[in-house]
C-alpha cells in the first residue's frame, strides 16, 4: 500500500541553518505531494505542495522538489528562524478522494 | 479556502462512555474527512463523510465504533462510542476545498480526547 516515510526527529538547529528533513513515498500511479506544518498551540495547515514529477513547491522560503525516479519530497530552507519552530508532516495523496497519508512527522526546532 | 471549528476542543471522559464531536465548516463543501492523532503519531484517517451516502471506513475502523454523521454540507459528526485509554487522541476533521492553490485539505484545531 501507499506510504510515507520521514526522517526521525527532534531536528535542532541554529537560527539561519539550513535545514533539509527528508522524506520518502512509496505509492502506485502519481501521487501529489505535501508538506503541512503544525505550530505549537495551532492547527494544521499546509505548506506547500507538487502534483507532478519535477514540479517544485514553494512557501515562506521552504522548498520541495517531486523526484519521481528517487521516490523523494525533501524540505529544504536556506535560513532557518526561531518562528519555523514546528512539526513538519510529509503527506501523499494519490487519487481524487482527497485522501491523505502522513508520514510520522518531524519536529524542528530552531534556537536563537 | 475554508474555516473550520470543534467542538469541544478537548474532554476528558471515562471509558465505556461515548463522547460525539461536532465539525463545523464556514462554507459547503462536498468531502470531509475524519482523522485520529494518538499521541506522538501521525495523523491516521478514519473515515471519508461525503453529504447524501454512508461514510467510507478506513481499514481498521468500524462504523460501530466511529458513526459518523453528514447532515448537510457544513456540518458533521464523529462519535467516539464505548471508549477505552487506547481511544486517547487528538480527532481532527477536515475539508477538501478550493484555494489559489487549487483545491487543499483545511484542518480544524482539533478535538483533544482523553479517557481514564
Known amino acids: 500500500g501507499n506510504s510515507v516515510t520521514q526522517m526521525e526527529g527532534p531536528v535542532t538547529l541554529s537560527e539561519e541553518a539550513f535545514l533539509t528533513i527528508n522524506c520518502t513515498y512509496t505509492?502506485?500511479?502519481?501521487?501529489?505531494l505535501f508538506w503541512y506544518v503544525q505550530y505549537p498551540g495551532e492547527g494544521l495547515q499546509l505548506l506547500l505542495k507538487?502534483?507532478?514529477?519535477?514540479d517544485k513547491g514553494s512557501n515562506k522560503g521552504f522548498e520541495a522538489t517531486y523526484r519521481k525516479e528517487t521516490t523523494s519530497f525533501h524540505l529544504e530552507k536556506g535560513s532557518v528562524q526561531v518562528s519555523d519552530s514546528a512539526v513538519y508532516f510529509c503527506?501523499?495523496?494519490?487519487?481524487?478522494?482527497?485522501?491523505?497519508?502522513f508520514g510520522q512527522g518531524t519536529t524542528l526546532q530552531v534556537k536563537p | 479556502s475554508a474555516v473550520i471549528s470543534q467542538k469541544p476542543s478537548r474532554d476528558i471522559c471515562q471509558r465505556g462512555t461515548s463522547l460525539t464531536i461536532q465539525c463545523q465548516v464556514d462554507?459547503?463543501?462536498?468531502?470531509m474527512f475524519w482523522y485520529r492523532q494518538q499521541p506522538g503519531q501521525s495523523l491516521t484517517l478514519i473515515a471519508t463523510?461525503?453529504?447524501?451516502?454512508?461514510?467510507?471506513?478506513e481499514s481498521g475502523f468500524v462504523i460501530d465504533k466511529f458513526p459518523i454523521s453528514r447532515p448537510n454540507l457544513t456540518f458533521s459528526t464523529l462519535t467516539v462510542s464505548n471508549m477505552s485509554p487506547e481511544d486517547s487522541s487528538i480527532y481532527l476533521c477536515?475539508?477538501?476545498?478550493?484555494?489559489?492553490?487549487?483545491?487543499?485539505?483545511?484542518f480544524g484545531p482539533g478535538t483533544r480526547l482523553t479517557v481514564t
Open positions: 477536515s475539508v477538501d476545498a478550493a484555494s489559489d492553490r487549487g483545491n487543499e485539505q483545511y
Open positions: 505509492a502506485t500511479g502519481y501521487p501529489s
Open positions: 507538487a502534483t507532478k514529477a519535477d
Open positions: 503527506a501523499l495523496s494519490s487519487s481524487n478522494t482527497g485522501k491523505l497519508i
Open positions: 462554507s459547503q463543501v462536498t468531502m
Open positions: 463523510a461525503n453529504q447524501g451516502s454512508e461514510a467510507t471506513y
